[in-house]
């Protein structure tokens, strides 16, 4: 069952600029053009596009933050603008760049503000407080005042803080923004098991696209507002990825390569690199070489996923969204 369902759900601005003398030109901007979008509760969804597409607007409109100026919007049955206050308590938000932990109070202080604020019993505010504790290490960082953690000890903050209330919808806007590659690593794998341990439904808005490929099986990509692709990173990965490339090294004799859309170019020794087109199977590739000749190794690089989604950027289907 959809815990996140949008239908037509379209957002506008009224933008005024000057036309000279006392004069104000009107226009109208859609930052949400009929966005169509259903999200199964426990799913782990990148939500992707570049600077403008909507991305964070829509997310405001998911936490109740806008109103839409048109189509349907439901988060847990509920709609967010105007249920706002009960959905608070079902959901949990993180944007990158803004805190909602306060500034010059220790961390822990924080914590139970807020464990008041959503009225988290005693007992599961504990279990809660110590099992996020444990897996992103904030024991020593509790008696620190805010202002004095680094990026990477606030973000785990941010991250605790927006879980004590368990929430069935988690919404994170840029949480790696700006981290070293071991803080980074320690919010992915925090984030994968509550998804996986909890079932917690959790959107990502992000530009580090490491992020979408090491945590999201599915991804929805929108730009100018509209939806252009949904579904698999793999199946966007065939359909726009272009080339790839396999490394195989031969125990013995190499063998000849005659397989359509296969470029082969020696590497020296026994060693053969590989090029594929699109038309290429690569199962059917790889048996061949199996069965042809003594196959020590085989290494095979997918197209990077940057490169993906700028072909998809720069040329989206006329006909509508490329979806599975």
């Known amino acids: 069952m959809a815990i996140i369902e949008m239908a037509d759900l379209t957002k506008s601005f009224v933008v005024r600029r000057r036309a000279g003398g006392w004069r104000r030109h009107r226009r109208e901007v859609r930052a949400v ?11 782990f969804v990148g939500f992707i596009g570049p600077n403008g597409a909507g991305k964070s607007t829509t997310v405001k409109m998911l936490t109740g933050i806008l109103v839409p100026t048109g189509g349907r919007l439901r988060v847990a049955g509920l709609d967010p603008a105007s249920e706002r206050r009960r959905l608070a308590g079902r959901m949990g938000v993180v944007f990158g760049q803004r805190t909602t932990l306060w500034w010059d109070l220790p961390l822990m202080e924080s914590f139970d503000l807020l464990r008041r604020m959503y009225r988290v019993p005693a007992q599961r505010f504990a279990a809660n407080l110590q099992r996020c504790s444990e897996l992103l290490e904030l024991g020593e960082l509790l008696p620190v005042p805010v202002r004095e953690l680094s990026l990477g000890q606030r973000m785990r903050g941010e991250l605790t803080a927006s879980l004590l209330h368990e929430p069935e919808v988690l919404y994170l806007d840029e949480p790696t923004i700006g981290l070293d590659v071991v803080s980074k690593v320690a919010v992915r794998e925090f984030l994968a098991e509550v998804n996986r341990e909890r079932g917690t439904t959790i959107v990502l808005t992000t530009h580090d696209l490491d992020d979408i490929e090491r945590l999201c099986p599915r991804i929805v990509v929108v730009d100018h507002g509209r939806l252009v692709y949904d579904g698999p990173l793999a199946d966007l990965r065939s359909r726009l990825g272009g080339e790839r490339t396999m490394v195989v090294e031969f125990g013995g004799a190499v063998p000849q390569i005659q397989q359509a859309g296969v470029s082969a170019t020696r590497l020296g020794g026994s060693r053969l690199a590989l090029t594929l087109s699109g038309e290429a199977n690569v199962a059917a590739l790889t048996a061949d070489l199996v069965g042809r000749g003594d196959v020590v190794d085989l290494t095979i690089g997918e197209p990077d996923i940057e490169e993906v989604v700028r072909r998809l950027y720069a ?8 979806s599975t």
């Open 315 to 322: 040329a989206p289907d006329p006909a509508g969204p490329v």
């Open 33 to 43: 053009d009929r966005l169509s979008l259903g999200i199964e509760a426990g799913e």
